[in-house]
């Protein structure tokens, strides 16, 4: 989905260029309003990464390369206030850090 965004596929360009260098580390924020359970899944924090986070994890993955290793930490202010933080490894070496949450809109915290 967001592969295909003009912005991204720019990026994307630039990055393939010759004399633009590897790219070593990639960081991402995504933040949401409340995020509930949806689709008969068993909690609002997996569907929150199904419904919205999986688009910058794929967006990571094209961008950089396949993920080779992930680490991730959730907390939760409510039933539908949480985030998660979380560290990848990829194929080569290059680092991801990403911060997705749906406890702040548009910058401030709810």
Not at 9 to 36: M, Q, R
Not at 76 to 100: K, P, Q, W, Y
């Amino acid at each position: 989905m967001k592969r295909r965004a003009p912005g991204y596929a720019l990026a994307k360009g630039f990055a393939e260029e010759p004399g633009f260098g590897k790219i070593i580390e990639h960081e991402a924020k995504f933040s949401n309003w409340p995020y509930s359970r949806l689709w008969g899944l068993g909690s609002a924090p997996l569907s929150f990464l199904i419904g919205q986070v999986i688009y910058h994890f794929d967006l990571m993955r094209h961008l950089v390369v396949d993920v080779a290793e992930a680490q991730a930490k959730l907390s939760h202010v409510d039933e539908t206030r949480f985030a998660f933080s979380v560290i990848l490894g990829f194929e080569g070496g290059a680092t991801a850090v990403m911060n997705a949450n749906s406890r702040e809109r548009w910058g401030t915290e709810i």
